[in-house]
């Protein structure tokens, strides 16, 4: 069950960028707020069909837990506001390495101290391996990404072959 877990959260993962990448490009079109009101209106449609089709009933509802709980649905329009500026400005690839590198800081910062309600999990030199190796890939990801500048030569040449 913990495999079959884990490919569905690299699953979760892969969707996510495919959204963030063509969120990148609608919000370049019509604007970060229209693109990211629709990823927002979808997502209620979608969601409220799923609870009312598949949901199981629960002895406690939305009304009845503790109201910081709630808190947590505001976390997903800076996410999604974030990536439609950043894919315009970054690259998916850029944008998406920097997003799971703050992820994984902040949940190894919650699983150490058990923020949130959450069980405690030691931190451990291999998690801050983990850490550190990601940040090299972010550095790596984003200095391949990077366009060169154009020589004075090619500029010369380009402009000759013009004329």
């Known amino acids: 069950m ?3 877990m884990i490919i569905l959260a690299v699953v979760g993962g892969m969707t996510l960028s495919i959204q963030a990448a063509i969120n990148g490009q609608l919000g370049n079109k019509v604007g970060v707020f229209k ?5 927002f209106s979808v997502g209620a449609l979608v969601t409220a069909l799923l609870i009312l089709y598949f949901e199981p009933k629960h002895a406690v509802s939305l009304l009845d837990v503790p109201k910081w709980q709630l ?3 505001f976390c997903g329009v800076p996410y999604i506001v974030v990536m439609v500026l950043a894919i315009q400005k970054i690259g998916a690839a850029v944008a998406t390495v920097a997003v799971i590198f703050g992820q994984l800081t902040m949940s190894m910062l919650i699983d150490s101290f058990g923020w949130l309600g959450n069980d405690a999990i030691p931190f451990s030199v291999s998690r801050l391996g983990a850490i550190v ?8 990801i984003y200095s391949s990404s990077k ?17």
């Open 147 to 163: 366009k060169p500048a154009p020589t004075a030569r090619k500029d010369l040449a380009q402009a000759t072959a013009r004329d």
């Open 35 to 39: 693109s990211a009101f629709l990823t």
């Open 2 to 4: 913990t495999i079959l």
């Open 133 to 140: 190796c990601l940040g090299i890939a972010l550095a790596f």
């Open 71 to 73: 808190l947590g649905a």
